[in-house]
C-alpha cells in the first residue's frame, strides 16, 4: 500500500493567522526570560548594593549569552526546515545532531571564558577584594 502524504497546516492555512499562531508562544517564552531578570533584580537588590552590582554585570554577559544562541537557532532553523521541506529528513537529522554538537561545544568555550575572565573583570567593577555573604571566594 503506497504511503499516503498527509498536508498540513504549515501548507494550507492564511500565512497571517499561522504567523501569529507560532509566534505568540515564542513571544511569550522570551517574555517571561526577560520577566525573571526583573523579578530577580528586584530581590537581589534588597541583598545590597555589591550583590546588586554583580547581578548587573551577569545580566549584560548573559544577554549576550543568549544572542548568540537566539542567533544560532535561527540560522539552524532555517537549515533544517529547508532539507525537511526537500524531503530530506536524514540530512535534517544530521544538520539537528551537528548543530546540537556545536552548542555543546560552544557553552564549553563560553563557560571556560567565562571563568578565566572572572578575576580580570572583578577590579573593574571597582569592589573591594571581598565576596558576597552567601557566596565562596574565588
Known amino acids: 500500500m503506497p504511503k499516503r502524504r498527509r498536508e498540513h497546516t504549515l501548507i494550507k492555512a492564511p500565512v497571517n493567522s499561522l504567523l501569529v499562531k507560532m509566534a505568540a508562544p515564542i513571544s511569550l517564552g522570551m517574555i517571561s526570560t526577560f520577566l525573571f531578570q526583573i523579578v530577580d533584580t528586584y530581590f537581589v537588590g534588597l541583598l545590597g548594593p555589591a550583590e546588586l552590582a554583580a ?55 563560553i563557560s571556560i571564558a567565562g571563568v578565566l575572565t572572572i578575576p580580570p573583570c572583578s577590579p573593574s567593577l571597582a569592589h573591594k577584594p571581598t565576596h558576597c555573604r552567601w557566596s565562596h571566594p574565588i
Request: charged letters at 5%.
Open 55 to 109: 547581578l548587573t554585570f551577569a545580566s549584560n554577559a548573559y544577554l549576550v549569552i543568549v544572542s548568540i544562541y537566539i542567533g544560532f537557532s535561527v540560522g539552524v532553523s532555517s537549515v533544517v526546515a529547508k532539507a525537511v521541506g526537500a524531503g530530506n529528513r536524514k540530512h535534517a537529522c544530521a544538520i539537528t545532531s551537528s548543530a546540537l554538537g556545536v552548542v555543546l561545544m560552544l557553552s564549553i568555550l
